[in-house]
């Protein structure tokens, strides 16, 4: 943890100040046993020349029984590391700034016996580890959660998540125990615990959802972004670390995606390729075919990932414009709404979706609200490449892909998808769940629905 002396303040309200707004956001202290004025106005809290933001600051905690506070903020513009926790010790702050930003007591999910820390090292750009070190642990030291109050585990594979879920909190849910997991990942780490607790079925009657906090680490983080208020601040790890304080737990409605026998999950960049367990997978994000599953399935390589969410766009080039001047490829096979098969036999996007974002500012469902539990499809035929790329543009102006006429947009309960791409290679009959990668045989399918209300798998810390 830095300690950052220019920050430190000491603080007293003048009696003589008048009863007023300014009064209300003004108080007199110490920065350094040297004498300031300090304001709390638009979201700055400010001293001389120096100043702290709102967008910045995770928490303010009490000092013992004194009069004092810590300010804890991550700093703007870290240097030397990813992250750089930043205390201000002060006294007397503004009563404006200790209403929006006091630290008053441990949410009832971080007094459980049960208690981890789950840091996935593979995702996103490999930040989580980082984080945990220089950011999360110290925090947690200061709102009273000892070391000892918890467990930590570090991932070593692309199976340790899943394995962590069936081992440790499927047994203890099953026990009836309440459990509480600070999620250091992205979107992978949570459907692979949900797939952890969900796919063999060993569900007793005396199931208790774990509770999942997830601190976003990933690459798209799209269940954070959707199950979460809009919000300027940026880094999204401060807004992550405000929900695991003061947010409340909320069950995670989840689809399932059943699959023809011959289906194999992809890993190891597409070199392993392994059967199902009870040929189903389940997800919180999305089900995909088409442009939309090929692009993650192609950008999730070692290579590719250094570039966070940039991976994404250098693929679409690919894809949409490649380089023999060809247009982009048309994925045959029939696909049915609930039952009614669409006019066309070849499709461009076909994406069923529990969220509205996929990234911060791509907002694939505009309708989708947080926990509604509503699976949407949004779909569209073989366009050539600058059509689906002005359609993935319209995405990122607020959903208005929505809007065009190319684009069809429904809500569903059943969506099924029998692929007619002949050859043995499933390079074009592949699906995405959730970032989970399946190849399907030639005359298989896919069918995606959701799971019943009250089965969910989780809760989900929400400042919603």
Request: charged residues 20%; hydrophobic residues 35%; contains cysteine.
């Amino acid at each position: 943890m830095a300690s950052v002396p220019s920050y430190s303040e000491d603080k007293y309200e003048d009696p003589s100040t008048p009863s007023d707004t300014e009064s209300s956001t003004t108080n007199y202290g110490h920065v350094d046993d040297e004498p300031v004025h300090l304001s709390y106005r638009n979201g700055v809290l400010a001293w001389g020349a120096s100043e702290l933001r709102d967008d910045n600051i995770i928490v303010a905690t009490e000092v013992g029984e004194t009069i004092g506070h810590t300010i804890f903020s991550l700093a703007p513009d870290a240097a030397d590391s990813p992250f750089e926790l930043r205390t201000t010790r002060a006294t007397l702050l503004p009563q404006a700034f200790l209403d929006k930003h006091l630290f008053k007591t441990l949410p009832s999910y971080l007094q459980t016996d049960h208690i981890h820390v789950l840091i996935s090292t593979l995702s996103g750009t490999g930040l989580a580890p980082a984080f945990f070190d220089d950011v999360l642990h110290p925090l947690l030291r200061a709102i009273g959660l000892a070391d000892s109050a918890y467990t930590v585990t570090r991932t070593r594979s692309a199976e340790s998540v899943k394995d962590f879920a069936k081992s440790t909190l499927l047994v203890a849910a099953n026990g009836g125990q309440e459990q509480t997991v600070l999620m250091l990942s992205g979107d992978g780490g949570m459907v692979d615990t949900i797939n952890g607790l969900m796919e063999s079925g060993d569900r007793s009657s005396s199931y208790v959802k774990p509770i999942l906090s997830q601190l976003p680490l990933g690459t798209g983080n799209a269940l954070f972004h959707s199950l979460h208020n809009p919000s300027s601040i940026s880094p999204i790890y401060i807004q992550g670390l405000q929900t695991l304080l003061h947010g409340a737990p909320r069950p995670l409605p989840i689809f399932r995606a059943n699959f023809s026998p011959g289906a194999r999950l992809l890993t190891n960049e597409g070199q392993t390729a392994s059967p199902l367990t009870n040929r189903s997978l389940y997800g919180a994000v999305v089900a995909s075919y088409g442009l939309h599953a090929t692009l993650v399935a192609d950008s999730d390589t070692t290579e590719y990932r250094k570039h966070g969410d940039k991976r994404f766009g250098l693929v679409a080039k690919d894809l949409l414009f490649p380089e023999n001047g060809s247009k982009p490829h048309a994925y045959k096979a029939e696909v049915l709404l609930d039952g009614k098969p669409l006019e066309r036999q070849e499709h461009g996007y076909v994406l069923a979706s529990l969220v509205s974002n996929l990234e911060k500012t791509f907002t694939i469902s505009p309708a989708s609200k947080p926990m509604d539990g509503k699976l949407r499809v949004v779909y569209f035929g073989a366009l050539d490449g600058q059509g689906a790329m002005e359609v993935m543009k319209a995405a990122y102006a607020g959903g208005k892909h929505t809007e065009m006429t190319a684009v069809g947009y429904k809500t569903v309960d059943v969506l099924r998808i029998d692929f007619n791409e002949e050859g043995e290679s499933w390079k074009w009959r592949r699906c995405c769940v959730d970032g989970l990668i399946v190849g399907v045989e030639e005359g298989g399918w896919m069918k995606v629905g959701l799971v019943g209300k009250g089965n969910e798998a989780v809760e989900v810390v929400s400042d919603i």
